[in-house]
């Protein structure tokens, strides 16, 4: 099992360009999420999804989109890249909240985007 | 208002030697669970450790064990026998309200652990 995988891990914009990043999951988890990292704030939550076709808005939602067509992938898009932008960018998957268990999160190795 | 305290940006600890990192969160549900998560400086985000908080048992696994103080609201994470590869940032999560919820989970600011030989 690949586990959560990131498309690209690298990736410099210009402001106002746009992009999409991709996120891949193996392990059949219904939720998925979009966190950022920036220095001395820990991860934030971007938007997540607790299914093929739903998606909601977390913490920092605004100038992102996202979009999960199938239960595997969930891809988060920039329409207008800005500087404040620059960060990395964790995706992470759960099983659904059952009764019992930790149900951790599993992360994937990161995307580090960079908007000049 | 800060759901997760972490004070200390930086700890240094000899390697062999134990470590606490401390961990502070608020909430108001009488549901909720909290993690420990460990970044090494290659970037992946690796779960180690959780407690539930109506586990009555402090929770362990291998080196790690969290000392868990409900009514001081803390978890803090004790590493024994520090190995050189427990240089990382170390980060305290909470999840808020029942197992059932969509699963958000709020992260501290982190701290970083550096072992010395």
């Known amino acids: 099992n690949a586990g959560v995988t990131q498309t690209p891990k690298f990736r410099v914009l210009k402001t106002g360009q746009s992009m999409t990043l991709l996120c891949a999951q193996d392990m059949n988890h219904e939720y998925m999420y979009w966190y950022r990292q920036d220095p001395g704030m820990g991860l934030r939550l971007i938007h997540y999804s607790v299914g093929e076709g739903t998606t909601a808005k977390g913490e920092v939602p605004d100038g992102y989109n996202v979009s999960r067509l199938k239960k595997q992938n969930f891809l988060l898009g920039l329409e207008s890249a800005a500087p404040s932008q620059t960060s990395v960018y964790f995706c992470?998957?759960?099983?659904?909240?059952?009764?019992?268990?930790?149900?951790?999160?599993?992360f994937g190795p990161g995307t580090r985007l960079t908007v000049l | 208002a800060q759901k997760i305290t972490q004070t200390q940006p930086g700890m240094f600890v000899q390697e062999k030697e134990a470590v606490t990192l401390d961990c502070t969160y608020d909430t108001s549900d009488q549901s909720y669970g909290l993690f420990w998560y460990k970044q090494p400086s290659s970037g992946e985000m690796i779960f180690l450790i959780y407690q539930g908080s109506y586990d009555e048992q402090n929770a362990t696994e291998g080196r790690y064990s969290l000392n868990f103080q409900k009514a001081r609201k803390s978890a803090n994470l004790v590493i024994s026998a520090s190995q050189l590869g427990d240089s990382a940032m170390y980060f305290c999560a909470m999840r808020e309200g029942p197992r059932t919820s969509y699963d958000k989970v709020i992260f501290g600011p982190g701290t970083s652990l550096s072992v010395i030989p």
């Open positions: 992470a998957s759960s099983y659904r909240p059952g009764a019992s268990g930790s149900n951790e999160q599993f």
